[in-house]
Nanobody, 120 residues
Framework: QVQLVESGGGSVQAGGSLRLSCTVSRNILSLNTMAWYRQPPGKQRRLVAE???????NYVDSVKGRFTISRDNTKNTVDLQMNSLKPEDTAVYYC??????????????WGQGTQVTVSS
């Protein structure tokens, strides 16, 4: 049982910034990969950024240079700093943790999501 709770969403004008935070109820080092996904209105949920416990980071092309993912293994948090926000960034943002559990099964854990709205 793992709980992930997102915070930091809100409404901002284009060009503004927001910082999302995900708090995990267990040691995040037990999760191989932490990530942020987003689901715009009427679209599917897709990966935005991810960070492994070894520190490797990956971003979707549309946010490179604008978003930064980070993790604090002491606080068990994963943050997403979002700068130069665009209306196309409007979505519900979800925190995700993935890991192999016993039996060799890849398991994903999800937060409830936090709304980000960017106006032009």
């Amino acid at each position: 049982q793992v709980q992930l709770v997102e915070s930091g969403g809100g409404s901002v004008q284009a060009g503004g910034s927001l910082r999302l935070s995900c708090t995990v109820s267990r040691n995040i080092l037990s999760l191989n990969t932490m990530a942020w996904y987003r689901q715009p209105p009427g679209k599917q949920r897709r990966l935005v950024a991810e960070i492994t416990k070894t520190g490797y980071k990956n971003y979707v092309d549309s946010v490179k240079g604008r978003f930064t993912i980070s993790r604090d293994n002491t606080k068990n948090t994963v943050d997403l700093q979002m700068n130069s926000l665009k209306p196309e960034d409007t979505a519900v943002y979800y925190c995700n943790g993935g890991t192999l559990e016993n039996g060799g099964i890849w398991t994903n854990y999800w937060g409830q999501g936090t709304q980000v709205t960017v106006s032009s």
